[in-house]
């Protein structure tokens, strides 16, 4: 592996949603104040959406951790929950007695039951959903009764959901108009900007122990960030392949041949335009501005 090569303490892209490589850009940081003030006014669904690999994980992963004195947190990350399983789930996790697990009809009141006694103790709970827009319908459903429980002054528990775009299309389906009318606060993730991925390539190697002179230059990045559309997952998917090229040739130079060759070899990263399409480009620009001047000029 190449950490030994370049110094490395642990590998800089891994794409498991590891909340140490949190890094603080816009979308991220807006999103996470978006809920935690929404989740501080009691708002009972919240929902963050993105397309795929934009941080939406490492995004619920970081808001466990730094919600986790605050809240007893119930965190959902198989969607094909049925909803008596979301509430067996959910069941477990604030102590109902197991016992009580095979009585679907009396499961949701012991557990609002055992939600009073929490907050009586002065403990709140919070369900994170991951992939929700790949939940059934009738867990969906599950969770909207859910956070309709509630004592004379606050909710009983509060959800966030985060999700595909898909979700929305979901959302906006009649027979779910519920639940989308119970969700106060919502916010889209974006992809990051080239400014954004250099620093993001640059905060993630710091992070995994690297301290040597500047390895992705601002040309690099600009490739990467041309091919991966600003999808973090995807910049991982190349920085990670681009280290493991540049160590197969024993050299310690990141170039936009090596991003090339990575791009070549990776599914859904856009192919790179090659320059001799540039050159072709601009010869066909050059060449319609000369008919156009000689035509304006009457001696064509």
Known sequence: MYLQHF???????SLTADPQFYIDFIPHKEALEVITTA??????????TGEVGTGKTLLCNKLQQELAEQYLICTIDNAYLSAHELRCLLANKI?????EFDEQFLLTEKIKERLLVLLNEGR?????????????????????????????AT??????????????????DNKLRQ????????????????????HYISERLKQAGYRG????????CRKISQASRGIPRLINVLAHKVLILSYGQQDYKITP????????????AYALPSMSKWWLLLASFITLNIALLLWWKGLL
Do not use: C, M
Request: hydrophobic share 45%; charged share 30%; net charge negative.
């Open 7 to 13: 110094g490395l303490e642990k590998a800089p892209f």
């Open 124 to 152: 709140k709970v919070l369900v994170l959903v991951d992939e929700a827009q790949a939940l059934p319908d009738a867990t969906l459903e599950a969770l909207r009764l859910f956070s309709n429980l509630e004592s004379d």
């Open 155 to 172: 909710k009983l528990l509060q959800v966030v959901l985060f999700g595909q775009p898909e979700l929305d299309v979901r959302l906006a």
């Open 95 to 99: 102590g109902v007695d197991k016992a």
């Open 39 to 48: 989740l501080s006014f009691g708002e009972s669904i919240l929902k963050i």
């Open 213 to 220: 002179a500047r390895l992705f230059s601002r040309s690099v």
């Open 257 to 268: 041949k090596l991003v090339k060759e990575a791009v070549t070899d990776t599914e859904d």
């Open 179 to 198: 639940l989308r009318q119970r969700i106060t606060f919502s916010y889209q993730l974006r992809a990051l900007s080239d400014n954004e991925i250099e």
